[in-house]
């Protein structure tokens, strides 16, 4: 079974930029959550979706957005970026949101901004 | 606020010795779960061991045990019989059960690199 994918690995922007993330889940996981990983660093929680609704959301600005479609795929969008938005940025998916399912995390999306 | 602390950025063994990395937390809460992940080089995050804190026993998982002190609020992570390919950066994350709206917020440490000497 394929496991949770992220587009693109890599990507650069400028600074004022915009930027959107994708998350595909494994199948038949209806929960992605979204964290930030800056360099040197462990990863900080962003947020949460279940079923296309917002369950959680870390100590993050309003720049931050995301969303999950019927799928239950998600988008991570980031407006007006930052040269301090330049991390990684990891998808998890879980089965639910049943607070003792584990989490299973994808390889990242790689954000340089210049 | 939840906190987790991991006090060694770098943590070094032979192989097929064995190594113990240590987590530290912070919570009021009784209930929650203490997980130790791995991000080897491709940045993948691998789950390699959980342990819910209502269960004395401490988890096992082939060569990766843990020893949870509760009352110490301490996690350590033992990997016997190290491997090469045990080369990574070793998180020790938190998760409660009250999280907000019923969230599964992990809470990190900052990690500990780990180096397989051969």
């Known amino acids: 079974d394929a496991g949770v994918t992220q587009s693109p690995t890599h990507l650069i922007k400028t600074r004022g930029q915009h930027v959107t993330l994708r998350c595909s889940p494994i199948?038949?996981?209806?929960?992605v959550s979204w964290y930030q990983q800056v360099l040197g660093q462990g990863p900080q929680f962003i947020f949460q979706y279940y079923e296309k609704e917002e369950r959680g959301r870390g100590n993050f600005p309003d720049r931050f957005s995301a969303r999950q479609f019927p799928n239950y795929s998600s988008e991570l969008n980031v407006n007006a970026l930052l040269l301090g938005d330049s991390a990684l940025y990891l998808c998890?998916?879980?089965?639910?949101?049943?607070?003792?399912?584990?989490?299973?995390f994808g390889p990242g999306t790689r954000l340089l901004v210049l | 606020a939840q906190t987790v602390t991991q006090s060694q950025p770098e943590m070094s063994v032979q192989e097929a010795e064995t190594v113990t990395l240590s987590c530290t937390y912070d919570?009021?809460?009784?209930?929650?779960?203490l997980f130790w992940y791995k991000q080897p080089p491709s940045r993948q995050m691998i789950l390699v061991i959980r342990?819910?804190?209502?269960?004395?026993q401490n988890a096992t998982e082939n060569r990766f045990s843990v020893n949870f002190q509760k009352a110490a609020k301490s996690f350590s992570l033992k990997i016997s019989d190290s491997q090469l390919g045990d080369a990574a950066m070793y998180f020790c994350?938190?998760?409660?059960?009250?999280?907000?709206?019923?969230?599964?917020?992990?809470?990190f440490g900052q990690g500990t690199r780990l180096t397989i000497n051969p």
């Open positions: 998890a998916s879980s089965r639910n949101r049943q607070v003792q399912e584990t989490q299973y």
């Open positions: 919570t009021s809460e009784s209930d929650y779960y």
């Open positions: 199948s038949g996981h209806k929960s």
């Open positions: 994350a938190y998760r409660s059960p009250w999280g907000d709206q019923g969230a599964q917020k992990l809470v």
């Open positions: 342990q819910e804190a209502y269960k004395q």
